[in-house]
C-alpha cells in the first residue's frame, strides 16, 4: 500500500478551523484517499473519502491538491469532541483489504 | 449508517482462560472482516483477514492456533484468545466490508481485554 506521512501531533482552540494535512507521493491513480479518527478506547470512526475532487459532509471537509500527492482535512471548527488521532489512509477502489493505520495526527482541542 | 458492533466491549479474565470477542455487522452482510489488535500509544495493528466460510488468513508473526477466528455467517465473526496471558491485554478492534464503490469499512468500538 502506498504510504501516508502525518505530523505526530497538532493543537487548536475551540471554535477555531483546524487543517490537518497528510502527504502521500506516491499514491496510485486508483487509490482513494480515506480519513479516520479514533477518539479514546473507541474504534476508528469514518471521517471523509476522496479521490481527485475536494469533498464536503457534515463533519469535515477534504481538499485534495491537483497532483493528488498531498490532502488536507478540514475541520472547520474544533470542538473539545474532535480531540483524537486522526489517520490518513489510501485504499484501492473496489478493494476488500484491510486498511493500513499510521501513526495518524494526535490532535489536542484546547479551551 | 452501517453499524458494527463487538462484544463484549470489556473483559478480564484469569491467565490460561480463553475468551471470546464477537462482531456483528448490524445492517449490512460482510464477506470480509478484519480484526487489529491495539496496544497503548500505538496505532492499529491488522492481526487476520476473516473470510466468511473459509480459513481466515493471518498476518505474520500472529500465531493462528492462539487467536482462532470464525466467521461462520454473513454478520458474524468471533475472534477467541485461547489460554490467554497478560501479555495478550490489549484493545482489539474488528472491522467489516461492506462493499461497493468504493467499498466501505466500518470498525467496531473495540473490547479490551485484561488478563491477569
Known amino acids: 500500500d502506498a504510504k501516508t506521512t502525518q505530523p505526530n501531533s497538532m493543537e487548536s482552540n475551540e471554535e477555531e478551523p483546524v487543517h490537518l494535512p497528510c502527504n502521500h507521493s506516491?499514491?496510485?491513480?486508483?487509490?482513494?484517499i480515506h480519513w479516520y479518527r479514533q477518539l479514546p478506547s473507541q474504534g476508528p470512526e469514518y471521517v471523509i473519502h476522496g479521490l481527485t475532487s475536494n469533498v464536503n459532509n457534515r463533519m469535515a471537509s477534504l481538499a485534495i491538491a491537483e497532483d493528488r500527492k498531498s490532502s488536507t482535512l478540514i475541520l472547520h471548527r474544533a470542538t473539545l469532541r474532535d480531540a483524537a488521532v486522526y489517520y490518513c489512509i489510501l485504499r484501492a477502489s473496489g478493494s476488500a483489504r484491510q486498511l493500513t493505520f499510521g501513526s495518524g495526527t494526535q490532535l489536542t482541542v484546547l479551551p | 449508517g452501517a453499524v458494527v458492533s463487538q462484544h463484549p466491549s470489556w473483559v478480564i479474565c484469569k491467565s490460561g482462560t480463553s475468551v471470546k470477542i464477537e462482531c456483528r455487522s448490524l445492517?449490512?452482510?460482510?464477506?470480509?472482516m478484519f480484526w487489529y489488535r491495539q496496544f497503548p500509544k500505538q496505532s492499529l495493528m491488522l492481526m487476520a483477514t476473516s473470510n466468511e466460510g473459509s480459513k481466515a488468513t493471518y498476518e505474520q508473526g500472529v500465531e493462528k492456533d492462539k487467536f482462532l477466528i470464525n466467521h461462520a455467517s454473513l454478520t458474524l465473526s468471533t475472534l477467541t484468545v485461547t489460554s490467554a496471558h497478560p501479555e495478550d491485554s490489549s484493545f482489539y478492534i474488528c472491522s467489516a466490508y461492506r462493499g461497493g464503490n468504493p467499498g466501505e469499512l466500518f470498525f467496531g468500538e473495540g473490547s479490551r481485554l485484561t488478563v491477569l
Open positions: 506516491t499514491i496510485s491513480g486508483t487509490d482513494y
Open positions: 445492517d449490512f452482510q460482510a464477506t470480509t
